[in-house]
């Protein structure tokens, strides 16, 4: 399934309906202290499988609250928004936190490993909240991301890198059609940024749909396609056109 | 290797040991205090009823002069835990002439009923007398003691005085052997005192009015009545005292446990994140709290049983042993303050907002 | 600045600062209720005591030997010694007089009762008594009050002419309340006096077998004005002890003014001798001792039970006092890598905790004592003598609360302000 990259969708098919995320007229606004603030405002856009996105927008944009709805932690208050073909609209908290575990691989800014769990075994939560347990895939995962050799170690003896591929480590052990990172490089020196730059990379290389938030304008030069928002409005998404590769 | 809720829950607490430690030693004080208190008010009733053996006997029997085995009869009757004592009167002349009052008892059980009596010392020996204090100052000789039943004179040795501020003090004391010997006569009231309150007093009433017809069974009524209202009011007390406490441990609880599931909002939120759902974040927060409720429990009920023997030791210098009946009281009464001090922060996991408190607040 | 930062963590943190403010509240209500109830446990259980009646008895010095068994008086009355009633005056004069609570003298004489229109009860013994008879303080004390255990029917004789009898009398006579009647001294000339029965007596003792007068008509009747035989009295005592027993005229003279100064059954009894001339007065031990042991006791359980209540109290302040400390550590954090030292860091949160502990603490105060206020009025019935609030409480609750609160947050804040501020602020502290 490699070099999917490249090709454009055909013609004949609506972007709709082989889209992994679509959004149509998706709002979502917070009240509180009497005033009501609208931090998306009728964002319609979607992301193909397969495709590497970068959202981007300065502080306040509404990066965070698109993510949240993204990672399926937050719902929209207008609009509907569906990921992989199911409208989060209909569903239950239970289920929605279900369906979180099979769709979405988090890759977090801080890491968020618990502190108190070897590398591994954070790995094996992931399985443990979806299914079970099989420690084999999870050290095949740690593997992947090349941290094999220090699955037994806390994350307090890693360095912030090596956390940061745990934590992608733990975001495939599902196989999770989507990969939603919030700026993956964030909280990383050069020389990390650019191992986790790569490790993504390769997994958009062997066909992860990846959704990234990011300040940087190096990690977004990697993806295929950009979303900037700016106070609330998507204002650059090219839909419709062939997806353009951005890799040179 | 396996990752099961157990294998979690036993990383999580070991890992935050100092707020694990804090959180089982709020649990331990809940369950020890419950424990002392419980212990206490189980065996309170017992205690201030023992105290209040020292006002002397609960039911007088009165019976006609020269009734055999009264003595007998009525030990029979009371019951094997009653104490009994039998008293024969006869009014002699001391040897200024004055006219007094002549009882002749058993005085072991005189002693052992009447333990407010302060004597000089106990006779013993025979012809050895028990001399009232107010009787003391109409003989003129104490140490041949002279006195005159009915034309017969007999000689005692005064073995000392007898304080009580009652009617006992315008009395001569003697033993019933020597009593029976110069008077001929037979013991005509008997004091009994029986262990226990009010319900006890009456079911020795009725089995004595049932087996001694005839004879004049009556309680001390002030003694019954007074006894039973300040045994109740201070139960009553006791257990005021027990809510107010348990409340307020209760409350320890709550502080401990809500600190600890703030300080893991984050922890929380991830799993939420990962897919976990509401139920097995509850389990996980749950189970927690039900095995430190249940470790502080265990510890609890040793600490608590020593305190409430110690308490008991200097209070009402008898020990109080641990009871095991408490135990599930104490388990359930743990568990309820930790179930609604878990309530609380539960409430707060339900409505979590992870995405917020990913991003780092 | 400082100011600014305690207002403002105020203002801020109400939730946080409830749940704590909560814990103080909650231990100081208890802690007061308890102390409130274990201070005044002694006088509560003294008056219901009262119940075994008094605990002193005066006689005159000079009486003759009573012979009597069972209650009953085998030798008749002759003459004997009498006390003076106008001496009881001087009762009120001795050091411990407000500890005497009840005083009831009494006059026994033998009276013949004629029912109109029905029997004649020779020889009876006749008691001439207090009834309802002032004492300082607006209180009033007599027979009744003296011996709780009574049951009237009808009521108790106000003046001249009017008459209580037994129940076993009653019974006996067929006499019902109000009943005329007609009262003599037997064998006297001075004929029968004309009174009303206007009650009827449950004792469930030899007392039933009696008729009762106001002591003033006993006197009359008995042509012995202002004399009495016998004085109950019921006091607030110390439970005696070694130094009790002692007899005062052995002791060093400044060891005789502790004994005399003590509130002892014994000391009480021999201030009572020396007021009236010609008394006797001694301790019922009984009574007294018995009350001693049960007094002692109780309030022991109830103080014991204030440490445990105490403890508790310490465990939940000190506890929600750490928490509110330890969720805060970010903001030390914080002021730390701002520079702020250690001692000001310290200093703003002791300021904080001690100002909750004050005003949590002054509430608890007047929770604490409400509810011991209604709780021993719920639980003993009658007038309670103290105040709901005792203000010697306030300073010592106060006190406590803002030492546990001290004491309890320090391990945290000492904890915090160790960590390295850039561990607590990256969060993997």
Known sequence: MAEVVTTSLNENQTRAECAVIALEHVSREYTGRGASVRALDDATFSIVAGEWVAITGPSGSGKSTLVNMLGCLDRPTAGTLKIDGADLAAMSPTELDRFRADKIGFIFQQFHLIPYLSALENVMLAQYFHSMTDEKEARASLERVGMGHRAQHLPSELSGGEQQRVCIARALINNPPILLADEPTGNLDQANQKIVANLLKDLHQTGHTIVMVTHDPEMAALAQRKIALSHGKVFCHPIGGPVVSLRR | ?361 | MFLRLLYESFARQRRRKLLAGLAILLGTTAVTAMLALATTIGDRIHQELAVYGANIVVTPKADQLAVKIGGVDIKPATGGAYLKESDLAKLKTIFWANNITGISPELPIKVDLSIYGGATANDLLGIGLWFDHPLTGGTMTGAPQLHPWWKIEGSWPKGPGQLVVGRALATKYNIHVPMRAGLAIPGAQNGIDDVVIYGILDSGDDSENKVFMTLNTAQNLNGTPDAISRVDISAQTKPEDAFARQDPDTLTPAKREIWYCRPYANSIAYQIREAIPGADAQQVRKVEQSEGTVLERISGLMWLISAAALLAAGFAVSAAMATAVLERRGEIGLMRSLGASRTAIALLFYAENGLLAIVAGAIGYLAGSALAYTLGAHIFSGVSTTHALNPVLLPIVVALALIVAIAGSTPSIRAALKQDPSAILRGDA
């Not at chain 2, 009447?114 to 107010?134: C, H, I, M, R, Y």
């Not at chain 2, 009946?325 to 303050?337: F, H, K, R, S, T």
């Open chain 2, 1 to 361: 290797m396996k990752l099961t809720l157990g294998s979690i829950i036993r990383r999580s607490l070991i890992h935050r040991r100092s707020r694990s430690l804090s959180a089982l030693t709020a649990m331990t004080v809940s369950a020890g205090v419950a424990t002392a208190l419980l212990t206490l008010y189980a065996s309170l009733d017992t205690k201030l009823h023992k105290e209040f053996r020292s006002f002397g006997a609960n039911i007088v029997v009165t019976a006609p002069a020269n009734t055999p085995n009264l003595a007998e009869q009525v030990k029979k009757a009371a019951g094997p835990e009653a104490l009994t004592a039998p008293f024969a009167y006869a009014v002699a002349t001391t040897d200024r002439g004055t006219p007094v009052v002549v009882a002749g008892v058993d005085f072991p059980a005189v002693r052992a009923i009447d333990s407010t009596w302060q004597a000089d010392a106990w006779p013993t020996a025979p012809n050895a007398a028990l001399v009232g204090q107010k009787a003391a100052n109409f003989i003129a000789d104490e140490r041949t003691l002279a006195l005159t039943f009915a034309g017969q004179k007999q000689t005692f040795a005064s073995a000392g005085h007898l304080r009580t501020g009652g009617d006992e003090d315008s009395r001569i004391y003697i033993s019933q052997a020597d009593f029976a010997g110069w008077t001929h006569a037979s013991p005509t009231v008997v004091e009994v005192q029986i262990p226990g309150g009010a319900p006890q007093v009456e079911a020795a009433l009725g089995r004595l009015r049932a087996q001694l017809p005839g004879l004049e069974v009556e309680p001390v009524r002030q003694l019954v009545e007074g006894e039973s209202r300040i045994v109740d009011k201070t139960h009553a007390l006791m257990f005021g005292a027990v809510l107010l406490i348990a409340l307020t441990v209760g409350v320890s609880v709550l502080a401990t446990l809500s600190a600890s599931v703030l300080e893991r909002r984050r922890d929380f939120a991830l799993m939420k994140a990962l897919g976990g759902t509401q139920l097995q974040m509850m389990a996980l927060f749950l189970l927690e709290t039900v095995l430190l409720a249940s470790a502080g429990v265990a510890t609890g009920w040793l600490l608590g049983s020593a305190a409430a023997w110690a308490i008991s030791e200097t209070n009402f210098h008898t020990a109080t042993l641990p009871r095991p009946q408490v135990l599930p009281l104490v388990l359930l009464l743990n568990l309820a303050i930790a179930a609604m001090a878990a309530l609380l922060p539960a409430r707060a996991l339900s409505t979590l907002e992870p995405a917020s408190l990913l991003k780092g607040e």
